[in-house]
């Protein structure tokens, strides 16, 4: 698998279908900055874990961690120590027609 390519912005961004490759590999996790009402409503990637926006903005992870929000604006904010964001964000999870689990 590829590097993940650098917009830009500075932060390293996946598209959706290598990060869900990742997932899992070598205690890669995907880190889901929506807020809860959100992953009730849309979904979740398998496996993803709901995080605290402001903590990791404040203390983001390193590259073991793979930073989704709704559209890619969020996890922007969590970039300075090089975590990947996915593309797009759930949008694109979903447009990429990647698995979705109930998130209740």
């Known amino acids: 698998m590829g ?4 917009q830009r912005s500075g932060v390293a961004q996946l598209e959706p279908a290598e990060a869900w490759a990742r997932a899992g590999e070598h205690g890669v996790e995907i880190l889901d900055l ?4 959100e992953r009730r409503r849309f979904g ?5 874990r709901k995080v605290s926006l402001l903590r990791h903005v404040l203390a983001p992870r390193g590259g ?8 890619a604006n969020r996890s922007k904010l969590t970039a300075r120590r090089g975590a990947p964001e996915i593309a797009g964000g759930w949008v694109a999870w979903l447009d990429a027609d990647l ?6």
């Open 44 to 48: 979740a990637p398998p496996g993803s």
């Open 99 to 104: 698995p979705v689990e109930d998130a209740n």
């Open 34 to 37: 929506r807020t809860r009402m």
């Open 3 to 6: 590097r993940p390519r650098e």
């Open 64 to 71: 073991d961690a793979i930073y989704l929000c709704q559209h």
